[in-house]
C-alpha cells in the first residue's frame, strides 16, 4: 500500500510554468507506475503523463506532449510534473496515482489503485 501526496498547485499566467510534486509513503515506491491525472469543473478525471517503474518510460497525453514532463525520483519516492508554457484550458485538479499492474500507456484512471488528495492548478489568460 502506497499514501500519496501533491504539491505545488498555485494561480500563474497563461505561459508560465509550474512544477507539481508528489510524495509517495512506503519503501516499495519503485515498484509502482506513476500517473498524473486532472480533472476540470463539470469534466471526467482525464490522463495527463504517467512513468514506468524505473523511469525509463514516459506517455503524455495529446494536449501536454511538448509542454509537460514526468519524472520520478526513486530514492525520495517522489514524481513529478513540470508543466510549461501553461494554457488556461490546463486549469483542473490535478492527481497523482500509483499501481503496481499499469502499463505508462495505460490511460484508464480506473485502473490505478492509489490517489492523492489532488493539488488545484489554475491558469489565468
Known amino acids: 500500500q502506497v499514501q500519496l501526496a501533491e504539491s505545488g498547485g498555485g494561480l500563474v499566467q497563461a505561459g508560465d510554468s509550474l512544477r507539481l510534486s508528489c510524495a509517495a509513503s512506503g519503501r516499495t515506491f519503485s515498484r509502482y507506475v506513476m500517473g498524473w491525472f486532472r480533472q476540470a469543473p463539470g469534466k471526467e478525471r482525464e490522463f495527463v503523463a504517467a512513468?514506468?517503474?524505473?523511469?525509463?518510460?514516459?506517455y503524455y497525453a495529446d494536449p501536454v506532449k511538448g509542454r509537460f514532463t514526468i519524472s520520478r525520483d526513486n530514492a525520495k519516492n517522489a514524481v513529478y510534473l513540470q508543466m510549461n508554457s501553461l494554457k488556461p484550458e490546463d486549469t483542473a485538479v490535478y492527481y497523482c496515482?500509483?499501481?503496481?499492474?499499469?502499463?505508462?500507456?495505460?490511460?484508464?484512471?480506473?485502473?490505478?489503485?492509489?490517489w492523492g488528495q489532488g493539488t488545484q492548478v489554475t491558469v489565468s489568460s
Open positions: 496515482a500509483a499501481d503496481t499492474l499499469r502499463l505508462p500507456t495505460d490511460t484508464d484512471s480506473r485502473g490505478y489503485d492509489y
Open positions: 512513468i514506468s517503474r524505473s523511469g525509463v518510460t514516459t
